[in-house]
């Protein structure tokens, strides 16, 4: 037996406080009553344990030491520090309990209070056993909190957005109403309602419930993440969006032709707009005069289009490494997605709802539209008041043409680029030290000389052959059948003899051409029906259409025709038949073909003679 050891017997348990000779100091660490001596022979039978086997008592048992909290860990010690006057005179009973009495008054406690730290603290020999319960012990919800909880989560807490007002009303009706709909007596308050839902609110499930999860990470969430410099720490993460401009155009007889579509790709390091996409078109379309423009040289670009810039103002670069788009039918298609990975881009899709993820490209729509929205009041600008009743038609105010617009965008994208300061980006001490302008820019060329960027070379005939639609194509006999036309290349003679599927790569605005797929190369076949020249895929299934129409229409004349073939046939060969006589054949065929044989020059002469008499009469 040895100070501090636990023994046990039965159900009892005790621990070794002090040893004098022939007696020894204990305590019950079950009942947690003050230490006694006890005679040693007292403890015979009794068995040792260690910490840990015996099953630790409820009143001291230790929590770990990750789940004490700051506050309680300062209560631990405030508890510690309250008993430790009295640990060096434990195994003195009458000295002891002076001193109890004593840090009680001092302490402002009760004498009980410091003997159950003292025992607590004994028991254990650990002062986390001093470490107080979780301080908001959640007391069970009386009846009437638990109809709160059921009324918040049934009217308030929905998209219908009921006020509390009425959810209290709404809680009334169905759970505190007789069969006749009268209020029953007791009845709670709405001061209790309320001060319930205002101690249990929690803002994120009000806002997840009452608008959206999706409204809530967009609008509400804490913004806590170091930006897109998570995602982007280099040029080459590059945001794609498109959308509807604010502005009505005209075509170049004064007829309104509508709004517009841009597309654009906005750089996730410095902001800057790689390129972009305007016409009546979205989609996969638009997307392939996105890719062209962003590996185009911009100021031979724009010297194009009438807009003279420097070659500073809009860093020519290549393809993106990596592109972030939303979920929009046109990125996620195969024609794109799939497509755009030959050439060694990736593209990632966002969650659907979620703008905030792709940042960059919607301020730059923002602040883009705002800029020409500005100088182009009246001229087809579409207003905030666009929908209300008695608004302007805007419509009526378009006076630019497509061409006109695209110009003036154009000087919006090259301030953008260049002149628009960047206030807020974060800068570092290598950007500090080379001295780079704040704006988008040259943001982007300071960081094309960093490692990481990821801009991949490509040829505007590589970006076009890559995001050409494929089909599946089938060799036959009749040549290479994709979209039910055929093609032909005349180095493919044993494929066309064995047939079997390939892929193919058409163009839908003409057909005269096709691409088979042949291990990473685009092999060209010519088109076999001349007919087809020219034209665009939908122009050839118009023709097709047309004459399967005229091919039915005309099917139920031909039946009658045959109907008519068949009674004729029948009336001609329905006559009394006679024997017929096999013999001397040669003869009879020789006589049968001087009674048929014209002299067909003596006819048309006869027929001529007689034609002119006529006439002369």
């Known amino acids: 037996m040895q100070k501090n050891d636990l023994l046990k017997c039965g159900d009892a348990l005790v621990r070794v406080l002090a040893i004098d000779e022939d007696r020894v100091l204990i305590i019950d660490c079950i009942r947690l009553a003050m230490p ?199 040029p080459g993460v590059c945001m794609l969006d498109s959308t509807v401009c604010d502005i009505y155009l005209i075509d170049d007889s004064g007829s309104i032709i509508g709004r517009p579509v841009l597309t654009a790709c906005v750089d996730a390091f410095s902001g800057m707009c790689c390129g972009y996409s305007l016409g009546w078109e979205g989609g996969v379309y638009s997307l392939r005069g996105l890719m062209l423009n962003i590996i185009a040289d911009k100021v031979e670009w724009c010297r194009e289009r009438g807009v003279f810039i420097e070659p500073e103002q809009w860093p020519n670069c290549g393809l993106p490494g990596v592109m972030i788009s939303d979920m929009g039918s046109e990125y996620i298609s195969e024609t794109f997605s799939s497509n755009i990975s030959e050439l060694g881009a990736k593209v990632t899709s966002l969650p659907p709802a979620r703008p905030d993820l792709k940042s960059r490209v919607e301020k730059f729509f923002d602040v883009v539209q705002q800029l020409y929205k500005n100088h182009l009041k009246w001229k087809g600008v579409v207003e905030p008041d666009y929908q209300e009743r ?34 807020n980006y974060p800068y570092t001490e290598p950007m500090l030290e080379a001295q780079v302008k704040p704006n988008a820019s040259s943001i982007f060329a300071w960081g094309l000389t960093q490692p990481g960027a990821n801009f991949i070379d490509v040829t505007p005939e590589q970006v076009i052959m890559t995001l050409l639609p494929r089909t599946k194509a089938r060799f036959t006999r009749k040549g290479l059948i994709v979209n039910g036309i055929r093609y032909r290349n005349d180095g493919y003679t044993e494929q066309y003899l064995r047939g079997g599927d390939a892929v193919a790569a058409y163009n839908p605005d003409d057909v005269t051409r096709v691409w088979l797929l042949e291990k990473g190369e685009y092999i060209p076949f010519k088109l076999i029906e001349r007919r087809f020249s020219g034209k665009s895929l939908d122009g050839v299934k118009q023709m097709k259409a047309a004459q399967s129409e005229l091919v039915r229409s005309a099917a139920e004349e031909e039946l009658q025709a045959q109907i008519d073939l068949a009674q004729h046939i029948e009336v001609i060969a329905n006559k009394q038949s006679s024997a017929v006589g096999i013999k001397n054949i040669r003869q009879s065929r020789q006589r049968a073909r001087n009674q048929t044989h014209i002299d067909y020059v003596k006819e048309v002469q006869t027929h001529s003679a007689k034609k002119e008499v006529t006439n002369h009469e």
């Open 390 to 423: 008695g608004a302007r038609d805007y419509r009526l105010d378009g006076t630019l043409t497509l061409q006109e617009f695209e110009r003036v965008l154009l000087h919006c994208i090259a301030y953008y680029n260049f002149r628009r300061i960047a206030e």
């Open 36 to 234: 006694r001596w006890a005679p040693a022979n007292s403890l015979k039978g009794w068995d040792r344990c260690a910490e840990g086997e015996y099953p630790i008592p409820d009143a001291w048992r230790l929590r770990p030491e990750e789940e004490i909290m700051t506050e309680q860990r300062k209560l631990m010690h405030e508890r510690y520090t309250l008993i430790a006057p009295v640990l060096p005179f434990i195994h003195k009973e009458s000295m002891r309990s002076v001193i109890i009495a004593q840090v009680a008054e001092m302490n402002g406690v009760s004498k009980q209070t410091v003997r159950k730290y003292l025992c607590l603290y004994l028991a254990s020999q650990k002062i986390e056993s001093l470490a107080p319960g979780s301080l908001c012990t959640e007391k069970p919800l009386s009846p009437d909190e638990k109809n709160f909880r059921w009324a918040l989560n049934r009217y308030f807490y929905t998209q219908r957005r009921h006020t509390l007002t009425t959810t209290y009303t709404l809680l009334l009706k169905d759970r505190y109403t007789d069969a006749n709909g009268h209020l029953v007596d007791g009845y709670p308050p709405f001061h209790r309602f309320r001060y319930y839902y205002q101690k249990t609110r929690n803002i994120r499930r009000e806002i997840a419930g009452r608008e959206s999860y999706t409204a809530y990470l967009r609008d509400y969430r804490p913004l806590l993440g170091d930006g897109v410099q998570e995602i982007a720490p280099a």
